[in-house]
């Protein structure tokens, strides 16, 4: 009988310890659902900022694309500016020239 006794003993410990087990796991599962709704978050949140990111460069490349159209039309007027002044330089000098023949 006293062998009965033991295993019935060593078969109840290793219920024990399996509920003890089946208790952990269960918490471990909690903890990765748990981990896993911050992770989907957290995913969302990426998905979010990376929207954010693409608008903000859309924003920038449309800013540099008219800063650049602003750039060509003051490079236009000041080689125009340029041109004129060679020629005012010109015309005062033919004026200063016929002054000095007239005068």
């Keep these: 009988m006293e062998s009965d006794d033991l295993t019935i003993r060593v078969l109840i410990e290793i ?3 399996i509920r003890s087990t089946n208790q ?3 918490r471990t599962n909690e903890r990765v659902d748990h981990l ?3 992770v989907d978050h957290m995913s969302t949140r990426i998905d979010d ?3 954010r990111i693409v608008e903000s460069e859309l924003r920038t490349s449309t ?3 008219e800063l650049t159209g602003t750039i060509r ?3 236009s007027l000041l ?6 002044r060679d ?7 033919d004026i200063d020239e016929l002054k000095h023949r007239v005068g």
């Design 63 to 65: 800013a540099i694309t």
């Design 24 to 26: 952990r796991v269960d």
């Design 36 to 38: 896993s709704t911050r």
């Design 73 to 75: 039309d003051v490079h």
């Design 49 to 51: 900022m990376g929207q």
């Design 79 to 84: 080689v125009d500016r340029l041109d004129l």
């Design 87 to 93: 020629r005012v330089e010109r015309c005062e000098r």
């Design 15 to 17: 219920r024990d310890e």
